[in-house]
């Protein structure tokens, strides 16, 4: 992993994260599992999936600790344990 400033390690039930501020003209995160069985894996969220539909964003339009522990434990309970990767449906 780079020491890019821009990257925060976050730990969620055991397992950690790397979040970095997407640079790719898509306003949002990108979330490295380091902690995972499968290098280089992760997922991404766009600026467009930060808030619920009606909500207001903040006006720096950052998102908070509580929100990205939430999104990383909806990513963790979508994993197939066998693989290490998302359920197939």
Same mark, same amino acid.
């Given at each position: 992993m780079s020491t890019d =400033? $821009?990257?925060?390690?976050?730990?969620?039930?055991?397992e950690t994260f790397h979040v970095t501020a997407r640079r790719d003209g898509c =306003? $949002?995160?990108h979330f490295a599992w380091v902690s995972g069985p499968n290098a280089d894996y992760g997922f991404s969220i766009g600026e467009a999936l930060l808030f619920k539909i009606g909500d207001d964003p903040?006006?720096?339009?950052?998102?908070?600790?509580?929100?990205?522990k939430q999104e990383i434990r909806q990513f963790?309970?979508?994993?197939?344990p066998e693989t290490g990767y998302i359920r197939d449906s």
């Open positions: =400033p $821009g990257t925060r390690r976050l730990v969620v039930d055991g =306003p $949002g995160y903040p006006v720096d339009s950052e998102m908070d600790d509580l929100r990205m963790l309970d979508d994993i197939d």
